[in-house]
């Protein structure tokens, strides 16, 4: 009798983590990465001070795309205050930034590992010159 119980248990135990609901998907495990930080955009203005530069200001609604190497992607937006924040399964993956501003600053590829925190902080160019006056 003992062992009928006994097996009985390690049947269930074994088979709880096997479930699945039907049309659900894996349920989250901590072999997620991390990758945070925040998005400006320098110039701040066409015209700055003299001796006064603009630390960068906050790009809020930025889509960031994290592709893979089988082609699948995952997405962040960047808050009000420009900062975003993503959980990324272990793998390398090109950061591609939806936006007519080029990237100065920050890196485009990165290595996520199961367990890390990666913080990406990005300067972009915001295209804001003075203008060339004209002869």
């Known amino acids: 009798m003992r062992?009928?119980?006994?097996?009985?248990?390690?049947?269930?135990a074994a088979g709880c983590g096997a479930y699945q609901f039907p049309g659900g998907s894996e349920s989250p495990t901590p072999a997620m990465?991390?990758?945070?930080?925040?998005?400006v955009a320098v110039?701040?203005?066409?015209?700055e001070q003299p001796g006064k530069t603009c630390a960068g200001k906050p790009v809020p609604n930025l889509e960031l795309d994290y592709?893979?190497?089988t082609g699948g992607a995952s997405r962040t937006v960047t808050d009000a205050e420009g900062n975003y924040s993503i959980n990324l399964k272990p793998a390398s993956?090109?950061?591609k930034i939806?936006?007519?501003m080029r990237v100065i600053s920050g890196p485009l590829k990165l290595q996520v590992a199961a367990g890390s925190s990666i913080v990406a902080?990005?300067?972009l160019d915001s295209g804001i010159?003075?203008?060339?006056q004209q002869e």
């Not at 010159?129 to 060339?132: D, E, K, Q, T, W």
């Open 43 to 47: 110039p701040c203005a066409p015209v």
């Open 3 to 12: 062992k009928a119980i006994l097996a009985a248990v390690l049947l269930v």
């Open 93 to 95: 993956y090109a950061v």
């Open 33 to 39: 990465g991390t990758v945070s930080g925040r998005v």
């Open 121 to 123: 902080n990005y300067v």
């Open 67 to 69: 592709v893979d190497g």
């Open 129 to 132: 010159r003075v203008p060339v």
């Open 98 to 100: 939806s936006s007519y």
